[in-house]
């Protein structure tokens, strides 16, 4: 207490610094012993190399971080899981506007693996600091971190034909209409690696993929319907966000994928720009057949021996509903992949490639899955 009011004050660990060598003395309490919280030590600190100024400036730049986004820069499941993530990956980036990026990029100097890589002096770093506190900050500005997802492939618990083809084609549907949001970092499944539906570890998971955040479901067909089960985890922890049944018909598959994706938007409280509403909403298929045949094609897309079947199921797809702009964009996929390896006339494939690839621009202009393919 003093006389203006309490204060609340953390000394942190001071070291000796030989000056002459830039070097400090680790072994603070044993040979090889590190004192300190892993959440903000340098990378060069916890490998027990030698330390300067340059890690202090590491540790402001996490705890700004912490400050801005409500959330550790490096987190984990253990002391070794944070260690690894401050060691070898970088925090998600802070979106919001222009002052939070313009901050974000002096935390991420502070926060660069390698000493030399960042500021070298707090007077530089505090520079840059006093330069985004001078730019303009809009009314309610707020920063968040930026979410990395992974939609695994569901599980299927009972074998079944007429179930198989939306483990892959459910989640990949999902995928493609996350993709597009520009405040949300959405894996592709392959990233995951093999099997990684049927029993993912989260902790290599969390590493190979560089994601925070993983939805894993199940799929049972009962008589008629699909049962549905989903959650959605934090990763490496484990921990549960929410978990959802469904029981659906096969024409009613969009909209179980449509509230998916809703769900997840609204669970994570991804910033929506206009664009990311329009994009969210716009391609809705008017036929739950021709979606049957678009999910069935997805799953045999990306199998060599199957794409005479998957380009045949497509092509039914729009032929059900030409409207729809994401059939369209992967049955030019399947001409273009056909026409490159040799399955039929090139010319001719390349040709009906491009005429489709066009129907789902003119049909969608802003369907990111058509511009990436």
Known sequence: MTAHGLKLLDFGLARAVQRELGETNLALTRPGGLVGTPQYMAPEALQGQAVDHRADLFAVGAVLYEMLAGRPAFIGGSLIDVAHAVIHTAPPVLTGSPAVVAIDRVINRALAKRAEDRYQTAGSMADDLRRVDSAPVEGGDTARALTRLIVLPFRVLRPDPDTEFLAISLPDAITTSLSGLQSLVVR??????????THPDLKVLAQQADVDLVLVGT???????????????????????????????????????????????ESLSVPLTARDDQLLRRDVPQSATAYEFYLRANQLGHRPAEWSVARDLYERSVEQDPS??????????????????????????????????????????????????
């Open 188 to 197: 592709s499944s392959l990233a995951a690696g093999h099997d990684a539906g």
């Open 219 to 265: 799929l049972v067909r009962a008589a008629d319907q699909f049962r549905v089960r989903t959650q959605l985890l934090e990763v490496p922890s484990g921990t549960v966000l929410w978990s959802h049944n469904s029981q659906v018909g096969m024409k009613d598959l969009f909209q179980l994928e449509d509230d998916l994706t809703q769900r997840l938007v």
């Open 324 to 373: 729809y702009a994401p059939a369209w964009a992967r049955l030019g996929r399947i001409y273009r992949v056909r026409a490159k390896f040799g399955y039929g006339e090139r010319k001719e494939g390349y040709a009906r490639a491009g005429a489709a690839f066009e129907r789902a621009l003119a049909l969608n202009p802003d369907l990111p899955e058509a511009h990436q393919l």
